[in-house]
C-alpha cells in the first residue's frame, strides 16, 4: 500500500513539531536540579499525565499488541491486574515517602534507608536496565517506522535519536513532561479512531470473536493453562499481581521521577492516583488492535507478530487519518524513549558519577554531565536495539530485562518502608540474595519471568527479615522521614530537599 501525501506531510510534521515544542524549555535549565526534577515544580496534572506518557509507550503500542496477536486477550491482564491496585499503592505509601526523602531517585532513597552499598548496586541495576531498555525501545521505532514508511530500520534508530536527543538533552525533565502531556492526547484519539475503524471492519465484537476462535480458541480466555511456557495462569497471579504490577509501580525510576518533581507532597500522590483513571482505558488501545490485527491478518509469525500494529495503521486506515494515527503512535514510542533516556541520565549522575567521581562540583558541572551522558546512551541504545530480536517479543524482552532484578527491588523497598527493624545488612544481603536467584532461574534454569519474579521477591524477602533479626536494629534517627510512623515536620522535610538540592548528603 502507497503512503498517501498527506499521511507522509502529517508524520513529517510532527516529527519535525515536536523536538521544537521540547526545545522551548531549555530557557528554564540553569540547574541540575532543573534538569532532572524540572525544579520540583511539577503540578499534579502533568505528573498523571507523563505517568501515563511515560508508561504507555513503544512496548505497549508495540509489544502489547504484537503479545496480543501471540497470546489474546490474556494480555490485557497486565493492565487490570498489572496496574490500578498497585497505583493506588505506590500513591499513598511509597510516593509520600520517596518526595519527603528529598532524593532524586529510587536507588538514592534505598541507600539512604539502608546503605551505600544497597544504594550502588540498585544504581548499577537500574542504571544497566534503563540503557538496554532503550535499545528495545528504539527497536520498536524502528520497526514502526520500516513498516509503515518502508525506511530501513537502521536509518528510523537514527531518526528517532536525533527526534528525542534534541529535546531530552537540552531541556530535561520539564522537557519530557511537556511534550508526554501533549502525546498522551494524541495518542488517546489516535488509538480510540483505530479501534472504532477496526471494530465496524471485522463486524464487531462478535465478529472478532468469530473470525479468531477457530484457529485461536484460547485467544479470549483471560488466563492461559498452567503449563503455559511465557504466560501461564499462576505466574500471571504470583508473578505480575503480586511483584513485578507493584514494584513497577512503586519502584520504577522512570515512572517516580515524575513525583519526585512535584511541587508538593499533594501533587506528588495526586499525579500518580488521577493516572490510575486513564489507565483503566489503555487494553482497548494497545490490546485489542493486536486482534483485530489477526483477524485481519492471520499470516504474521514469529518478530514480525510485534509489526501487527503498524500493520493495521497502513493497510486499516485512510488517507489522512492513517497519518495521524502514526504520528499518535509514534508519540507513544517518543515519550517512552525521552522518559527512560532523562532517567538513565539522572541514576548514572548522581548515584555513580556524583558520589564516586566528582562529589562537590557546581550545578553547572552535573548539569553538562548529565546531557553528556543522555547523549551517550543515545549511541548506546542504537547499537543495542538489535539485541531485543533474541526474545520472542518486545513485551517479553522488556519484562524478561525487569525480573532478573525487581522482584529482590521491591521486597527491601517494601520492609524498609513498611518495617522499622529492617536494617542495613538485612536489605544488601535480601538484595543479593534475590538478584542471585532471579539470574539463576532465567539464565541458567530459563524459567518463565513471571515465575522468576515472584521467586526472586520470596527469597529476599525471607533472607532481608531473617538477617534483620540477627543483626542491630537501626537508630530512630537514621529511620525518621523513611519508615512508616516515622514522619517528618514539615519544616524538617524543607530542610531535607534544600541540603538535596544542594548536593549535601
Not at 85 to 95: G, K
Not at 130 to 141: D, E, I, N, P, S
Not at 163 to 179: D, Q, R
Not at 182 to 210: H, P, Y
Request: hydrophobic share 55%.
Amino acid at each position: 500500500m502507497t503512503i498517501g501525501g498527506i499521511d507522509l506531510f502529517i508524520v513529517v510534521a510532527y516529527l519535525v513539531a515536536i523536538p521544537i515544542f521540547g526545545m522551548y524549555f531549555r530557557k528554564y535549565v540553569k540547574t541540575e536540579e532543573d534538569y532532572f526534577l524540572a525544579g520540583r515544580m511539577l503540578p499534579w496534572w502533568v505528573i498523571s499525565m507523563s505517568i501515563i506518557g511515560t508508561n504507555i509507550g513503544a512496548y505497549d503500542y508495540m509489544g502489547a499488541a504484537g503479545g496480543a496477536y501471540r497470546f489474546g486477550i490474556a494480555q490485557a491482564n497486565y493492565e487490570w491486574i498489572g496496574a490500578i491496585p498497585a497505583m493506588v499503592l505506590s500513591a499513598l505509601l511509597f510516593v509520600p515517602y520517596y518526595w519527603k526523602a528529598g532524593v532524586y531517585t529510587v536507588p538514592e532513597f534505598l541507600g539512604r534507608r539502608y546503605n551505600l552499598a544497597v544504594r550502588v548496586i540498585e544504581a548499577l541495576l537500574w542504571g544497566a536496565f534503563l540503557a538496554c531498555v532503550l535499545g528495545v525501545f528504539f527497536w520498536a521505532a524502528g520497526l514502526m517506522l520500516n513498516e509503515y514508511l518502508g525506511i530501513p530500520i537502521w536509518v528510523s534508530l537514527l531518526v528517532t535519536a536525533a527526534i528525542v536527543g534534541i529535546y531530552t538533552i537540552t531541556g530535561g525533565l520539564a522537557a519530557v513532561a511537556m511534550t508526554d502531556v501533549v502525546q498522551l492526547l494524541v495518542m488517546f484519539i489516535g488509538g480510540v479512531a483505530l479501534t472504532v475503524l477496526g471494530l465496524w471492519t471485522v463486524g464487531g465484537w462478535s465478529g472478532l470473536v468469530a473470525s479468531i476462535t477457530p484457529t485461536h480458541p484460547n485467544h479470549f480466555n483471560l488466563f492461559l493453562p498452567l503449563d503455559d511456557p511465557v504466560i501461564p495462569w499462576l505466574g500471571m497471579i504470583l508473578g505480575l499481581a503480586f511483584v513485578l504490577s507493584p514494584a513497577w509501580w512503586c519502584c520504577h525510576q522512570a515512572i517516580i521521577q515524575r513525583t519526585l518533581g512535584a511541587r508538593s507532597e499533594w501533587d506528588a500522590k495526586a499525579g500518580m492516583l488521577f493516572a490510575a483513571f486513564p489507565k483503566m482505558f489503555i487494553p482497548v488501545l494497545v490490546v485489542l488492535p493486536g486482534l483485530l490485527a489477526l483477524s485481519l491478518n492471520p499470516n504474521l509469525v514469529g518478530p514480525d507478530m510485534d509489526r501487527a500494529f503498524p500493520w493495521l495503521i497502513r493497510n486499516l486506515l485512510p488517507a489522512g487519518l492513517a497519518g495521524l494515527v502514526f504520528a499518535a503512535f509514534m508519540a507513544a514510542l517518543i515519550s517512552s524513549v525521552d522518559s527512560t533516556l532523562n532517567s538513565a541520565a539522572t541514576v548514572w549522575t548522581r548515584d555513580i558519577y556524583q558520589r564516586f567521581f566528582v562529589k562537590n562540583a557546581s550545578d553547572r558541572h552535573y548539569l553538562n554531565v548529565g546531557r553528556v551522558l543522555t547523549f551517550v546512551f543515545v549511541l548506546w541504545a542504537i547499537a543495542f536495539a538489535p539485541v531485543t530480536k533474541q526474545f520472542p517479543g518486545i513485551y517479553v524482552a522488556m519484562q524478561s530485562l525487569l525480573s532478573v532484578f525487581q522482584g529482590p527491588t521491591f521486597a527491601i523497598t517494601l520492609l524498609g518502608i513498611g518495617w522499622r527493624r529492617a536494617t542495613q545488612w538485612g536489605g544488601l544481603f535480601g538484595l543479593l540474595a534475590g538478584v542471585a536467584i532471579s539470574s539463576t532461574l532465567f539464565f541458567a534454569a530459563g524459567w518463565s519471568f513471571l515465575y522468576v519474579a515472584w521467586w526472586s521477591f520470596v527469597g529476599a524477602l525471607v533472607v532481608t527479615v531473617v538477617v534483620s533479626l540477627l543483626t542491630r536494629p537501626e537508630p530512630t534517627s537514621k529511620l525518621e522521614g523513611l519508615v512508616y510512623g516515622l514522619v517528618m515536620k514539615d519544616d524538617e522535610i524543607q530542610d531535607v530537599i534544600s541540603r538535596r538540592a544542594q548536593g549535601g548528603e
